[in-house]
């Protein structure tokens, strides 16, 4: 018995733990900065368990009772809460006090478990023994569920299944213990009633999840869902409004078909079009293969290398008959060679000279997509850019997020490069703005090929022409040990996003 109590341990610690990093991943897919909301989960969570084993010595009578019943609100509290908190998102404009909240409630739940079990095993163990028997099992859970958890639970089941399938097995830990000592607790017909009811409640979550799941989204997005894949590193949703196609991810608008082609028209022909002969292209990020579309226009590049990090990404658009007629089969091309990596490590190991460089990754609303956008990383563009070569650079809205933008342009100019900023208005997202860097001072070609739908050499001309409320401001340097810009760019949005 006191062997199968340890073994408990172990299970409830995996449990544990997998609810706290199912709230931290939750919290920065929907908010945003993966590094200050897991900080924050963290930290809620930890204090949460603290209080609970503080409230633990008030326990003084059926201890283990107080311990099943223990369980089976973790599981349902823990169990519900991806679902809960998915759905009330788009309806509450007490989102983030509610997160807290049930952080909270089982952190304190969590947080009695240890305790309590330690309290029932006493007269079984030494005490040295003891403790260095839960917490071995502890420790060795939690190592269990780092390593389940973003190689088996979020790729494969997602964040709601999994909550589920955790509470299930939060409940069954409580049956156990009921069946262990049936003698010694009090109310266990009750108990075990309450029990198979729990598990049928969160076995038909478990069942339902995707519907529930898309049910959520269905809340946030205006149109037809046909498309959603949750990978390892994004939720990737497709929607269908009338004759637009949208990609979000992560729940943000990364293009609306009705005009992206004015972004990528506006990403590649200014700096492609400058160089005489371009031959060697690269394109980091644009798994959706539009900015490809645009490159491949040009009859004497040769050969394009596409760097992105998520190969469901680009292999959703290289397969998805709507998608690929959309970027003209672009990645499907003999030209093109793809590589699924992170960008920042790919460019560091890099030894091959480009003519163009293409920058198009998305805005930098953490660290981690900071880093794509640092002094660091811009040198090592420089490394990999030809004497006559162009670099361009999605910079977010100059209008929206104007100090972020203009940190940009100032990370640039830090290690040695020209640079020409210029801005393009998008109906499905306003002002938008790019810099092309490069070794040598940049001249706007006064012609472009035949056949685009927006850039022309008058409208090249009015994008480099900033308005005062978009004009340059003064701004720190983006480097890797202060990421500044993500602070900027966080900020500024904030006035316009919830």
Same mark, same amino acid.
Request: aromatic share 14%; hydrophobic share 50%.
């Given at each position: 018995?006191?062997?199968?109590?340890?073994?408990?341990?172990?299970?409830?610690?995996?449990?544990?733990?997998?609810?706290?990093?199912?709230?931290?991943?939750?919290?920065?897919?929907?908010?945003?900065?993966?590094?200050?909301?897991?900080?924050?989960?963290?930290?809620?969570?930890?204090?949460?368990?603290?209080?609970?084993?503080?409230?633990?010595?008030?326990?003084?009578?059926?201890?283990?009772?107080?311990?099943?019943?223990?369980?089976?609100?973790?599981?349902?509290?823990?169990?519900?809460?991806?679902?809960?908190?998915?759905?009330?998102?788009?309806?509450?404009?007490?989102?983030?006090?509610?997160?807290?909240?049930?952080?909270?409630?089982?952190?304190?739940?969590?947080?009695?478990?240890?305790?309590?079990?330690?309290?029932?095993?006493?007269?079984?163990?030494?005490?040295?023994?003891?403790?260095?028997?839960?917490?071995?099992?502890?420790?060795?859970?939690?190592?269990?569920?780092?390593?389940?958890?973003?190689?088996?639970?979020?790729?494969?089941?997602?964040?709601?299944?999994?909550?589920?399938?955790?509470?299930?097995?939060?409940?069954?830990?409580?049956?156990?213990?009921?069946?262990?000592?049936?003698?010694?607790?009090?109310?266990?017909?009750?108990?075990?009633?309450?029990?198979?009811?729990?598990?049928?409640?969160?076995?038909?979550?478990?069942?339902?999840?995707?519907?529930?799941?898309?049910?959520?989204?269905?809340?946030?997005?205006?149109?037809?869902?046909?498309?959603?894949?949750?990978?390892?590193?994004?939720?990737?949703?497709?929607?269908?409004?009338?004759?637009?196609?949208?990609?979000?991810?992560?729940?943000?608008?990364?293009?609306?078909?009705?005009?992206?082609?004015?972004?990528?028209?506006?990403?590649?022909?200014?700096?492609?079009?400058?160089?005489?002969?371009?031959?060697?292209?690269?394109?980091?990020?644009?798994?959706?293969?539009?900015?490809?579309?645009?490159?491949?226009?040009?009859?004497?590049?040769?050969?394009?290398?596409?760097?992105?990090?998520?190969?469901?990404?680009?292999?959703?658009?290289?397969?998805?008959?709507?998608?690929?007629?959309?970027?003209?089969?672009?990645?499907?091309?003999?030209? &093109?060679?793809?590589?699924?990596?992170?960008?920042?490590?790919?460019?560091?190991?890099?030894?091959?000279?480009?003519?163009?460089? &293409?920058?198009?990754?998305?805005?930098?609303?953490?660290?981690?997509?900071?880093?794509?956008?640092?002094?660091?990383?811009?040198?090592?563009?420089?490394?990999?850019?030809?004497?006559?070569?162009?670099?361009?650079?999605?910079?977010?809205?100059?209008?929206?997020?104007?100090?972020?933008?203009?940190?940009?342009?100032?990370?640039?100019?830090?290690?040695?490069?020209?640079?020409?900023?210029?801005?393009?208005?998008?109906?499905?997202?306003?002002?938008?703005?790019?810099?092309?860097?490069?070794?040598?001072?940049?001249?706007?070609?006064?012609?472009?090929?035949?056949?685009?739908?927006?850039?022309?050499?008058?409208?090249?001309?009015?994008?480099?022409?900033?308005?005062?409320?978009?004009?340059?401001?003064?701004?720190?340097?983006?480097?890797?040990?202060?990421?500044?810009?993500?602070?900027?760019?966080?900020?500024?949005?904030?006035?316009?996003?919830?």
């Amino acid at each position: 018995m006191a062997y199968a109590l340890l073994l408990s341990v172990f299970i409830i610690s995996t449990c544990g733990l997998v609810y706290e990093l199912t709230a931290g991943a939750l919290a920065s897919y929907l908010l945003g900065d993966s590094v200050t909301q897991f900080s924050i989960i963290i930290g809620v969570y930890l204090s949460a368990m603290g209080l609970g084993s503080w409230l633990s010595r008030h326990i003084v009578r059926n201890v283990i009772t107080v311990f099943i019943e223990v369980e089976m609100l973790i599981g349902l509290v823990g169990g519900c809460s991806s679902a809960l908190l998915f759905t009330l998102f788009e309806v509450s404009a007490y989102f983030r006090s509610i997160l807290y909240l049930l952080i909270s409630v089982t952190g304190v739940l969590v947080g009695l478990e240890i305790p309590l079990i330690m309290r029932v095993l006493k007269n079984r163990f030494e005490f040295k023994d003891l403790v260095s028997k839960v917490f071995t099992f502890d420790y060795i859970g939690a190592l269990f569920a780092s390593l389940l958890f973003p190689l088996i639970l979020v790729p494969y089941l997602g964040l709601i299944r999994s909550s589920f399938m955790f509470g299930i097995i939060n409940v069954l830990v409580a049956l156990w213990a009921l069946r262990l000592f049936k003698d010694e607790v009090r109310w266990a017909k009750g108990l075990a009633g309450t029990a198979f009811f729990l598990l049928a409640l969160l076995a038909t979550g478990f069942v339902w999840s995707g519907s529930i799941l898309q049910f959520t989204e269905t809340l946030g997005y205006k149109g037809d869902i046909i498309y959603a894949k949750t990978t390892h590193y994004q939720r990737m949703v497709l929607v269908r409004d009338a004759d637009s196609l949208q990609l979000f991810l992560n729940g943000n608008l990364q293009f609306n078909s009705r005009d992206e082609y004015r972004y990528h028209e506006a990403l590649v022909h200014p700096g492609l079009g400058s160089i005489k002969e371009p031959k060697d292209v690269l394109v980091l990020g644009g798994g959706d293969g539009l900015a490809l579309r645009e490159i491949l226009k040009y009859g004497t590049v040769r050969s394009v290398t596409l760097v992105d990090l998520d190969p469901a990404m680009t292999n959703l658009f290289r397969t998805h008959e709507t998608l690929v007629a959309l970027n003209k089969g672009s990645l499907n091309s003999p030209k &093109v060679k793809i590589i699924n990596a992170d960008g920042f490590v790919w460019i560091r190991e890099n030894r091959r000279l480009f003519d163009f460089i &293409v920058v198009d990754l998305p805005d930098p609303s953490s660290f981690s997509l900071g880093k794509l956008y640092t002094s660091t990383f811009y040198r090592f563009l420089d490394r990999a850019l030809a004497e006559d070569g162009v670099i361009v650079i999605q910079s977010t809205s100059p209008f929206v997020a104007r100090k972020a933008f203009w940190c940009v342009v100032n990370t640039l100019r830090s290690v040695g490069l020209e640079t020409t900023p210029y801005h393009v208005y998008l109906p499905s997202f306003g002002e938008w703005g790019y810099v092309i860097a490069t070794k040598r001072p940049f001249v706007m070609p006064d012609r472009f090929m035949p056949g685009l739908r927006f850039i022309t050499p008058e409208t090249a001309k009015a994008m480099t022409g900033f308005p005062p409320d978009m004009g340059e401001v003064a701004t720190e340097v983006n480097r890797l040990n202060n990421q500044v810009l993500v602070r900027y760019f966080e900020e500024e949005w904030a006035r316009y996003v919830r």
